[in-house]
């Protein structure tokens, strides 16, 4: 990969929705237990950030019955909530940090609710999401791109890697500039795409260890493996 300054954007965008469109041909675009509502949503990433794919959502998922609607979470017990969190490890931060956010929204809004940032401008309910304890520039980004349908990429681990393995991003690229440089050179409407579809890959095959290249349905197009077409 070129420099950022040598990029010829056209070129890039072209292979990259080359990308995407195979990557939704074998992943179908799958939502990875996301949900719509807001709220519900930036729980559900807080959960799953550092966290085993196979445990978050089963905790989560008690979460929600304990503790929904969310207002309960002003009152919690933090010992029955400590052990409820404790199979995800870290629990006496992201217990605190979950009551401190339920706190911040019921004294913005008057409610322990998201729902409001659904007519904000996008920006701004992004620089408000990052306001919240624990919250970073993908957790912002998940709760704007699958619960209000806009179209910007949460830069994660699974996403970056195969960026970079891949060829689309330069070598050294951080999670903080990928997600501006995604801004900038996207082509419109593939962000949430081509997002999912890289996270299911990244598990499944271009893992941190190991990744099955001999199966990657993208070999043909990575610069990673030995002899391979970059388009």
Known sequence: MPREQEVDVKRWRARVRRVASRLSTVYGDPRHGNVRNATDELFYILLSN?????????VFSELRR????????????????EALLRPLGLE??????????????????????LNRLRRWPIESARSYLLTLPGVGEKTARCVLMYSFDHDVSPVDTHQLRVL???????????????HQLLDEWLPGGIARRLHVNLVAHGRAICTPRNPQC????????????KGALVV
């Not at 550092?50 to 089963?58: M, S």
């Not at 006496?92 to 609710?113: E, N």
């Open 50 to 58: 550092r966290t085993d794919p196979r445990r978050y959502p089963a």
């Open 66 to 81: 304990a503790y929904r609607p969310w207002r309960l979470l002003l009152t919690a017990s933090a010992a029955e909530l």
């Open 92 to 113: 006496k931060t992201r217990a605190p940090r979950l009551v401190r956010i339920a706190r911040q929204l019921q004294q913005d809004f008057g409610a322990v609710s």
């Open 164 to 178: 970079l393995r891949l060829g689309l991003l330069p070598q050294g690229t951080t999670a903080n500039r990928a």
């Open 214 to 225: 001999e199966t990657c349905c993208l070999r043909l197009m990575c610069a990673r493996p």
